[in-house]
């Protein structure tokens, strides 16, 4: 089997993203790689996203494109298992809805995949408008060590086999954040082979920033994270 006959499933939950979705969307379309299918979910969004992605259904693709609703908003890491389920392909890789894939992005994670047997890589990116890199990985501190204190990977440039996310059984559910730092720690501590791509492929939209209760609510999934615990929501909203 060739490097572009493998089919990429790509996963992308949206919620009132009506002013950036479609060029992220756009981004996915765009691919160099071709072998690719889409899964996006709207997660009962309050303003267009939904119509706007109805539109796409209704379009001529290139690429398969395929569209949910949840009936009721469950957040990103239920939506993103849910849609890794219904997905079909052999690498599974990621997409925020704010965020865009740069041309090349799935193409040169694929090779590297393959080429390397690797179970999942991610890579640098870049802030929407400003011109500094976002470093991902640090190429001094081993990544394990790192890991105990912060999430060092950029989960909307993770692309991974679909073998290894069922081995350590999708997204934790119980981390309705910190979503992505759960499932690094998971991966590698099962061992997992990986690669920090150095050149960016992804641009970050951090206009977008989050409200200072979701922080706090970021942080304590982080923290639970670090330490090994089951999340308690309430431990936090009603301190």
């Not at 997409?95 to 894939?101: A, L």
Request: aromatic residues 10%; proline residues 2%; charged residues 30%.
């Amino acid at each position: 089997m060739t490097i572009n006959n493998q089919l990429v499933s790509v996963v992308m939950s949206a919620y009132n993203a009506e002013n950036s979705i479609r060029q992220s969307i756009n981004s996915i379309i765009d691919q160099s790689y071709r072998n690719i299918e889409l899964l996006v979910t709207d997660d009962c969004s309050t303003d267009s996203t939904f119509e706007i992605l109805k539109e796409y259904e209704k379009m001529d693709l290139d690429i398969n494109f395929r569209l949910y609703k949840n009936k009721l908003n469950i957040g990103l890491t239920k939506s993103l298992n849910i849609l890794i389920k219904q997905s079909k392909g052999e690498f599974i890789a990621r997409q925020d809805s704010d965020d865009v894939s740069l041309e090349k992005r799935i193409e040169i994670q694929v090779q590297k995949m393959v080429k390397k047997k690797l179970d999942f890589c991610t890579s640098r990116a870049l802030r929407k408008n400003v011109s500094t890199k976002i470093p991902g990985v640090s190429y001094w501190i081993p990544t394990r060590v790192l890991m105990r204190y912060k999430n060092p990977f950029i989960h909307g440039t993770l692309l991974i086999k679909r073998t290894k996310l069922d081995d350590i059984g999708l997204y934790d559910e119980k981390y309705r954040l910190a979503q992505d730092y759960k499932l690094f720690r998971d991966l590698l501590n099962a061992q997992s082979k990986f690669e920090n791509i150095s050149t960016p492929l992804y641009i970050l939209n951090t206009e977008n920033n989050i409200s200072t209760v979701e922080k706090v609510a970021q942080r304590y999934f982080a923290d639970c994270v670090k330490k090994n615990k089951i999340p308690n929501e309430k431990e936090y909203f009603y301190k």
